[in-house]
């Protein structure tokens, strides 16, 4: 069920809970900033997930709200991630879903990096 980005911040989401290391994940990469973990349900051979620790929503409350050096750091670790994950020798996808038209779920920002395999179109139709 797509969520409603405008919403404050929920503590009690998903990933809010794996930072908080209530429920496991599968980490590929930490720091102070941001931790990436292997999505649960993979929809692509690599599909790994890229969060801030920082309480945003979406990617509109992170680009309103986050310090200049946490935005750094955020947009440098997913391709530091997409390297270590081999994901970027041939190529890769990111997608960042914002909202109930961006069919986002999990109402804590997050950056899917897809690779492993051609991905085909951007979009299904
Ligand atoms: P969204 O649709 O919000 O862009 O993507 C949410 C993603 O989170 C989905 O790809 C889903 O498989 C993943 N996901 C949901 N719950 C969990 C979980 O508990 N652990 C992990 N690792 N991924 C999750």
Request: hydrophobic share 40%; net charge negative; no cysteine.
């Amino acid at each position: 069920m797509p969520i409603d980005p405008t919403q404050p911040y929920d503590e009690s989401n998903i990933f809010a809970r794996i930072l908080r290391g209530e429920i496991p994940s599968r980490a590929v990469y930490e720091d102070e900033w941001a931790l990436a973990f292997h999505d649960i349900a993979p929809q692509s051979p690599v599909h790994i997930l890229v969060i801030p620790k920082g309480a945003y929503v979406s990617w509109d409350d992170f680009a309103a709200k986050a310090s200049d050096p946490e935005i750094a750091d955020f947009t440098r670790t997913i391709a530091k991630v997409a390297a270590s994950v081999g994901a970027d020798s041939q190529g890769y996808r990111l997608l960042s879903n914002v909202g109930k038209r961006g069919g986002q779920e999990v109402p804590h920002l997050h950056v899917h990096i897809f690779g492993g395999a051609p991905l085909g179109p951007m979009l299904s139709r």
